[in-house]
């Protein structure tokens, strides 16, 4: 009894886990964006990852939550959150390999994100598209593997 008691509790968290996260893209060039939007909730959560050393997402809320994201590979999977239903993201870059600076703060070289969504979000690739074919490639600017 208590082996079935506990493989209930460890299916219903894997599907929880699993379901979590569902959709992912991977963007690799400067102003790549997606829209993620979720009908009749107020919040959208999402998630992202660094595959290059430093990268940039800029976060754009309905509500709160807007802001300038720049984080490392070390740092591992960083959480987001945005009020009022939607949340556009957009990385960041010079393409150059070579950092610079703008108003809201550190642009780098090379910004190759992972963003991670629930999979019942609606979502609209509203600049640039995704490079989910690249995973496991080298990326064309750093030339670093895109794994994660």
């Known amino acids: 009894m208590k082996n079935v008691l506990l493989l209930s509790i460890v299916s219903v968290i894997s599907l929880a886990t699993a379901n979590s996260y569902a959709g992912e893209h991977l963007f690799l060039h400067n102003n790549d964006t ?4 979720a009908p009749g909730e107020d919040i959208v959560e999402f998630s992202y990852y660094s595959i290059s050393g430093r990268s940039r997402v800029d976060v754009t809320c309905a ?9 490392k590979k ?43 969504f629930d999979d019942n979000y609606s979502e609209s690739i509203t600049r640039g598209h995704a490079d989910d074919s690249q995973k496991g490639k080298k990326c064309p600017v750093c030339g670093k593997t895109l794994s994660y």
């Open 74 to 116: 070390e740092d591992g999977w960083k959480e987001g959150v945005c009020h009022g239903g939607m949340a556009t993201l957009a990385i960041r870059e010079t393409g150059t390999n070579q950092p610079s600076k703008d108003s809201a703060g550190d642009i780098p070289g090379d910004s190759d994100v992972v963003i991670r």
């Open 63 to 71: 509500g709160a939550g807007s802001g300038t994201k720049i984080f």
């Open 34 to 37: 997606i829209t993620l939007a």
